[in-house]
């Protein structure tokens, strides 16, 4: 049963801590995406990757976030300082895809940051 | 700037009866369209899609319905059942390089 593993599912920090999350991408998928789902905003797209490349991270706020792909098997998000606005379930997806293909995204259950 | 619109934060419905779900679109270039449901606690699960070359797809009691001169979908549930409550995400792809413009989610509860 291929699936999107996440890890941690939860985490409670303190406000100007470094929070990582990690992303294990469905074997054989090329896309990965990072969402944050806030009440407001319902699901964001941060960034996303595509053959471990980065193609958009116009989602993400810069000075504070980062998205990479050290292999095809792990996808990290880090926080660094964080903020109590930054408190949100962030998902990670993976997918097959190529350019102009239309493609289906597969998400993991989330990691469900508190940033007090 | 939203792009894809869920103007329905919730919406209860019978058991047994019909849940329609609505999500309006302003780009046109967006030319393949999802719906997905989300448990609590749990990621969005992939339900149904549909291309913009059709009208109409279906999938069991579920259906999804395109109008691109109103720039609207909608999903059908018939029959709805207990199990079916949950938040339903949709999803508009078109721009070069697979991503999806997601709504902020319509709340179905079906009451027993």
């Known amino acids: 049963d291929a699936r999107v593993t996440q890890t941690p599912r939860h985490k409670v920090t303190e406000m100007g801590q470094e929070v990582t999350m990690r992303c294990q991408p469905i074997l054989g998928h090329n896309t990965v995406f990072w969402y944050r789902q806030t009440m407001m905003q319902g699901l964001e797209l941060l960034a996303y990757f595509r053959n471990r490349a980065p193609l958009d991270d116009s989602g993400m706020p810069k000075d504070r976030f980062s998205a990479e792909m050290p292999d095809a098997t792990l996808a990290t998000l880090k926080i660094q300082p964080s903020e109590p606005r930054d408190s949100a379930v962030y998902f990670c997806?993976?997918?097959f895809g190529t350019g102009f293909a239309k493609n289906i995204q597969y998400f993991g259950a989330g990691t469900r940051l508190s940033v007090l | 700037d939203q792009q894809v619109k869920q103007n329905s934060p919730s919406l209860s419905v019978q058991e047994g009866r019909i849940s329609i779900l609505n999500c309006d679109y302003t780009n046109s270039m967006f030319d393949y369209f999802l719906w997905y449901k989300k448990y609590p606690a749990e990621g969005p699960t992939f339900l149904i899609s549909?291309?913009?070359?059709?009208d109409k797809n279906e999938d069991g009691r579920f259906t999804v319905f395109l109008n691109k001169s109103a720039k609207h979908l909608s999903l059908h549930i018939v029959p709805s059942q207990p199990g079916d409550s949950a938040v339903y995400f949709c999803?508009?792809?078109?721009?070069?390089?697979?991503?999806?413009?997601f709504g902020a989610g319509t709340i179905l509860r079906v009451k027993s």
């Open positions: 997806a993976s997918g």
């Open positions: 999803a508009s792809q078109g721009e070069y390089g697979n991503k999806l413009v």
């Open positions: 549909i291309s913009s070359i059709k």
